[in-house]
């Protein structure tokens, strides 16, 4: 079983659209972590959410940590082209050790249509 | 630019072979992370190192090792290679003692093996 769960697994919408992607878990995080890719890239880190009920703004780009630090979602609004890209999250499960394996989900593959 | 360095970015080879992949990280950061990228598993986590000593271990194989040395740079020895080791293979750096457990990616080694 994946720890953190992403859904959808892809998505596909055109530009202008708004779309929201999540990232759930049966376990509580010290801190969440959005990550987004592009083909033949590194993930490059978009945002940490440590806070339960946290929101955090990039441009369009919306980010919210669950109450109970068991889950995030990403919203994203007028998407662009641009914002094509596999979104990833992660986190490392709180543990109160010294436990610092960041666990990824499968992602969410989007692609904005012009 | 992440600041992290991966050489090489590519690297074909046969079956049976042995590889070594080299990852600089960013400057000041003291942990490196190798994980490896498939279409099927994902993102997924094969070791850590701090400060020159092993800290995790991941869904690392046996056929695999890494090593980081005084000046920081990790290397990470794929050895009798096998055509399910095609892959991209990512290392990521950190900043000492910072809790969000945030990291830094390079731009990544794609292996294939034939």
């Known amino acids: 079983t994946q720890l953190l769960e992403q859904s959808p697994q892809f998505l596909s919408i055109q530009e202008g659209e708004n779309l929201t992607v999540y990232c759930n878990s049966s376990?509580?995080?010290?801190?969440l972590q959005w990550y987004r890719q592009e083909p033949g890239e590194g993930p490059v880190l978009l945002v940490t959410?440590?806070?339960?009920?946290e929101v955090k703004k990039l441009k369009r780009l919306t980010f919210q940590f669950g109450d109970a630090r068991k889950d995030s979602s990403l919203h994203i609004t007028a998407a662009q082209p641009g914002d094509t890209g596999l979104y990833l999250c992660?986190?490392?499960?709180?543990?109160?050790?010294?436990?610092?394996?960041?666990?990824f989900g499968k992602g969410t593959l989007l692609t904005v249509n012009p | 630019d992440s600041g992290v360095t991966q050489t090489p970015k590519h690297l074909i080879t046969a079956t049976g072979q042995r590889v070594t992949l080299r990852c600089s990280p960013r400057?000041?950061?003291?942990?490196v992370y190798w994980y490896q990228q498939s279409l099927d598993q994902g993102l997924q986590f094969l070791i850590q190192?701090?400060?020159?000593?092993?800290?995790a271990k991941g869904n690392i194989l046996e056929r695999f090792s890494a090593q980081q040395f005084p000046d920081l740079h990790s290397e990470l020895n794929l050895s009798s290679l096998e055509l399910g080791d095609s892959a991209l293979y990512f290392c990521?750096?950190?900043?000492?003692?910072?809790?969000?457990?945030?990291?830094?990616f390079g731009p990544g080694t794609r292996l294939t093996v034939l």
């Open positions: 990521a750096s950190s900043a000492p003692g910072q809790g969000k457990y945030e990291q830094f």
């Open positions: 376990s509580v995080f010290s801190s």
């Open positions: 959410v440590v806070t339960g009920g």
């Open positions: 992660a986190g490392v499960p709180y543990s109160g050790g010294s436990n610092y394996k960041l666990t």
């Open positions: 400057s000041g950061d003291l942990s």
């Open positions: 190192y701090y400060n020159g000593e092993e800290r």
